[in-house]
């Protein structure tokens, strides 16, 4: 019986579905422009040159893996050129590279959207995936629970991402993916082209919520609309 529901979604994300006039996409309505990065993070991301910078953060909930796993992630990471920023709590992983800075916490809106970052690895919670959308930014993507396989399903399926099965990951797998999505331009041309759909909207997706919050609080609720 609710008068309005507000759905983080939006259909450069979601496949095509029937749906409600008091249904409101507001998805990526958290997302923002890019601010300055700290100057410890910004002498490291202009140290990568050429070759870009890659983040990796699995967010506040699975930010740390198992060790073994850790490990061939880190060997992973130190065969590639690029810089590698990654969020990680917990015991450092052995075969740790000099190109990789590992982080407790970092910025992660404003790194994904600096021109140097090249590559998203994320566990693919809607808060990130919407974020990469934002940016442009393509994902290796190591779903662990809760939404996250089916949003980063719906990622692969329109050619912005590559899935890694945390079960079965070793380094040459994961190295794999990452090189696909590295080398392999369609992975972030199909990004920016859903980045560009995303942006392409009459309204912001929080002045659109705001709008019809309003619309129901002036007219005493939505059924006029449902009618």
């Known amino acids: 019986n609710a008068d309005i529901w507000l759905m983080r979604n939006d259909f ?24 300055p990065l700290p100057d410890d993070l910004e002498k490291f991301v202009q140290s990568s040159g ?62 994904l959207g600096h021109p ?43 050619g912005t991402a590559k899935i890694v099965d945390v079960a079965t990951l070793d380094r040459t797998v994961f190295l794999e993916a990452l090189k696909e999505v590295l080398h392999n331009p369609s992975y972030r041309e199909n990004m920016q082209r859903l980045s560009k759909l995303h942006h392409d909207q009459p309204m912001k997706p929080l002045d659109l919520a705001i709008f019809w919050i309003e619309f129901v609080m002036r007219n005493k609720g939505s059924q006029n609309v449902l009618d």
């Open 116 to 158: 140097q970052t090249k590559l998203f690895v994320a566990h693919g919670g809607t808060n990130g995936v919407q974020e990469a959308i934002y940016h442009g930014v393509p994902i290796v993507g190591l779903p662990i629970s809760f939404d996250q396989p089916d949003n980063l399903f719906r990622m692969q399926a329109k």
């Open 12 to 35: 450069s994300f979601e496949f095509p579905r029937p749906t409600m006039p008091n249904i409101v996409y507001m998805g990526g309505f958290q997302c923002k422009p890019a601010k």
């Open 50 to 111: 050429d070759h870009g910078v890659i983040i990796m953060s699995l967010g506040s909930v699975f930010g740390q893996l198992l060790s073994e796993i850790n490990d061939e992630i880190a060997a992973a990471f130190a065969q590639l050129p690029q810089k590698v920023i990654w969020r990680h709590t917990g015991p450092q992983p052995a075969n740790l590279g000099n190109n990789t800075m590992i982080v407790d916490w970092l910025p992660q809106n404003d790194l």
